[in-house]
């Protein structure tokens, strides 16, 4: 599965969080896959796509973060996905 995090960075401290990145890394489990991500211009957010088939290594990874930034989580298809499956539909 695929899972679009939102990530509000806590007092809105980019530097905490590249520190820890720089430091320990993505302190991801195994069997959670980091796809790509986005940071808005501020430095204030993160979008990430994470791919994995149980979201307890999802939620273990969150644990790892969460004294730094805010979670939102949205289980996410691609779009080619959808469409494939409207247009059986339509």
């Known amino acids: 599965m695929l899972f ?3 990530e509000h960075f806590k007092n809105k401290d980019a ?6 990145l720089r430091d320990q890394g993505r302190m991801q489990p195994e069997g959670l896959k980091y796809v790509s991500s986005w940071i808005d ?6 979008w990430q796509v994470m791919e994995c088939d149980d979201v307890r290594l999802l939620q273990q990874w ?3 973060w969460s004294d730094l930034t805010e979670f939102e989580i949205v289980p996410v298809v691609p779009s080619q996905d959808v469409q ?5 539909v339509l």
Do not use: E, N, S
């Open 62 to 64: 969150i644990a790892c």
């Open 15 to 20: 530097k905490a969080i590249y520190r820890r």
């Open 41 to 46: 211009a501020g430095l204030t957010r993160c």
């Open 4 to 6: 679009m995090v939102i």
């Open 84 to 88: 494939a499956l409207m247009q059986a």
